[in-house]
């Protein structure tokens, strides 16, 4: 199984205080229930404070992004205390050894850990924008384009905290892939696995990867390299109600001669139902998976889609 990855192999970086640590300016926590009780019992968290890491204390005053003459800086309200080389120094050095993560979780709107929308403010002390970056958040993001990142935030919608899920667990079973040593044989029978699952995120990049992984004249290291940025840039994008509709309808295709004519029917009853918004998407998927049971497809069976992450994550009840 594509998931059958056990908690200790499977690496997530985390801001501390999400996971009950107690770093913040205040002595608080942020804890996210999310990380902690449901992502936590299927993931080791390796955290970070990058406040405290550069040697700030618990309690400290607050710190925030200041723009002077175009350029951001992370100290005080009245500018003092810079800590901007510092925590860009340790987010360089973090950065180095994560490797082995396969996603990350940031703290929202910090000026260290924010992924995005950070407030930046004026020398004066005016709010300009919110479309800074963590200092510390920036470092580990631009060493790894292709690590899956999200803020607790936004892990409470349910579709973003599903797509968050099966990047990582797709990453990490691209890193274990390549751990053994890439083939270009490999590299279609991991895509092979993908395929339903690119197709209800990307139309477009399911023909891309394809015709790329069909190319004869790049080597495996490039042919690698493009396809797995391909890849992760199409899981980013989101999987709408129609476009898992379509997939669902392809992989009906793939049986539907074993069904009877009742079975066949209930199946697009509940693939519509599904499109119109009327049911979650574990209801088909519930179906097709009784189905192939009955009528079991090796090529199917392997199939991501229908089994990106252990299923006690329940993320596909809500959308
Ligand atoms: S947001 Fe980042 S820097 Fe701030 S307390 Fe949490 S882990 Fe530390």
Redesign the pocket.
């Known amino acids: 199984m594509i998931h059958s990855v056990e908690k200790e192999d499977l690496h997530i970086g985390i801001?501390?205080?999400l996971v009950g640590e107690k770093?913040?300016f205040d002595a608080s926590n942020?804890p996210s229930n999310f990380c902690i009780h449901e992502l936590g019992q299927h993931v080791s968290y390796k955290t970070?404070?990058?406040?405290?890491a550069i040697g700030l204390p618990i309690p400290r005053p607050t710190i925030r992004q200041i723009k002077h003459n175009d350029l951001i800086h992370v100290a005080q309200r009245d500018g003092t205390g810079d800590v901007t080389e510092a925590l860009q120094a340790y987010g360089q050095k973090v950065a180095k050894v994560t490797e082995h993560l396969s996603g990350y979780v940031f703290?929202a709107k910090?000026p260290?850990?924010g992924m995005e929308r950070v407030k930046v403010y004026s020398p004066e002390g005016n709010a300009l924008v919110s479309n800074g970056i963590g200092v510390f958040a920036n470092e580990i993001m631009n060493a790894n384009p292709l690590l899956p990142c999200e803020e607790n935030g936004r892990l409470n919608d349910p579709l973003i905290r599903e797509n968050f899920v099966a990047r990582i667990y797709a990453y990490k079973h691209w890193q274990n892939v390549e751990a053994s040593g890439l083939t270009k044989h490999k590299l279609t029978t991991f895509h092979s696995q993908y395929k339903y699952t690119v197709m209800s995120h990307d139309l477009v990049a399911y023909k891309s990867l394809g015709q790329l992984l069909a190319r004869a004249d790049l080597p495996v290291e490039q042919m690698a390299s493009e396809y797995i940025s391909g890849l992760m840039a199409a899981l980013s994008i989101k999987a709408t109600r129609k476009k898992h509709a379509n997939t669902l309808a392809h992989i009906q295709g793939y049986f539907s001669k074993h069904l009877q004519a009742n079975e066949r029917q209930e199946l697009c009853e509940q693939i519509d139902a599904y499109r119109e918004g009327l049911i979650p998407l574990m209801a088909p998927l519930t179906l097709i998976n009784h189905y192939l049971l009955q009528y079991p497809k090796e090529y199917l069976t392997r199939q991501s889609y229908l089994s990106p992450y252990p299923k006690a994550l329940k993320l596909r009840y809500a959308y």
């Open positions: 801001s501390a205080c770093v913040r942020k970070y404070c990058p406040e405290v703290c910090s260290s850990c």
